[in-house]
């Protein structure tokens, strides 16, 4: 049994854990920002492609900046990262198979159920029972998930299903990473996730989807900032920020990614941002806030 993510999240000074929350609402604000990002992209790239050339240019990036970190990995230093890597590439791959099947909306909604599943998982992991306000934030911000972004009547079909198993692979790598963010070189973890991830999308992309045209052009500058952006600062600065953070609330900070994304789209692509988008919003801040009394 190991509780030592729990044990360095309680004991670090306020200051830390300040800083550390305001690391993964940065990481929750990148991600909100790849939503227009991969609008772009996807309009030039095939999504299996595109989440290949994210991951892989962003493992490039890492080793060119942290090459002494890689070169000196051994073998037992890349358990976590394969397994963060896994849950990463098989969570991505069926949200984009689930989407074909529902429509963007609903999905979002849903993926947004990783704030339910975590805080099981994160007992499961480590032995010890979140707290009650872990639950009610927990559901509170599942709610203003779906205030964000349910514009239709809930039904379950097969994309549905498809996506909630999305949603449960993304709480996975979220305990993951709570997991290993002591244990293990935030480098090194990330880097490999990326490589996990990116070949399991490069292989998904060749049974798949036909082979890219490669051409200067927006969609190329959207992945680069995919990969630059999207996944080499936000995944590393989320496994160093998560250890300093309870894993429940790491996922209630990561979610706001969808009032992010939602107030991008506004500005960026010109969708409208309502009364009741606005609720949803406040209902997660709320429930953060919650979770942290």
Not at 87 to 96: E, H, R, T, W
Not at 109 to 119: K, Q, S, T
Not at 275 to 292: D, P, R, T
Request: hydrophobic share 55%.
């Amino acid at each position: 049994m190991d509780n030592g993510q729990l044990e360095t999240a309680s004991k670090v000074s306020k200051k830390t854990k300040r800083l550390a929350m305001l690391g993964l609402m940065t990481t929750a604000l990148i991600w909100g920002s790849t939503f227009p990002a991969g609008k772009y992209a996807l309009e030039y790239m095939s999504p299996f492609y595109l989440m290949a050339f994210r991951f892989l240019i962003a493992f490039a990036v890492m080793a060119v900046i942290f090459r002494k970190d890689l070169l000196a990995i051994r073998f037992k230093d890349l358990k976590g990262g394969v397994i963060a890597g896994l849950f990463l590439g098989l969570g991505y791959a069926s949200q984009i198979y689930g989407l074909q099947f529902t429509s963007a909306g609903k999905q979002s909604f849903l993926a947004g159920a990783y704030v339910i599943v975590v805080p099981f998982l994160s007992w499961i992991v480590f032995k010890k029972s979140p707290s009650i306000k872990a639950y009610i934030g927990a559901v509170i911000c599942f709610w203003g998930i779906g205030m964000i972004t349910l514009t239709e009547s809930l039904t379950i079909g097969i994309g549905d299903s498809i996506t909630l198993i999305s949603s449960g692979l993304y709480g996975g790598h979220i305990v993951v990473t709570g997991y290993y963010a002591q244990k293990q070189n935030a480098a090194v973890f990330t880097a490999t996730q990326f490589v996990v991830g990116g070949v399991l999308a490069l292989v998904l992309g060749m049974i798949f989807s036909p082979p890219p045209t490669l051409e200067w052009n927006m969609g190329i500058l959207a992945i680069i900032y995919l990969a630059v952006f999207g996944s080499f600062i936000a995944y590393y600065l989320q496994t160093i920020c998560q250890k300093y953070v309870k894993t429940s609330v790491t996922s209630l900070i990561l979610s706001m990614e969808a009032v992010f994304g939602c107030l991008l789209s506004l500005a960026l692509l010109g969708d409208v941002f309502t009364l009741k988008m606005a609720i949803g919003a406040a209902a997660m801040l709320v429930a953060i806030w919650i979770s942290e009394l």
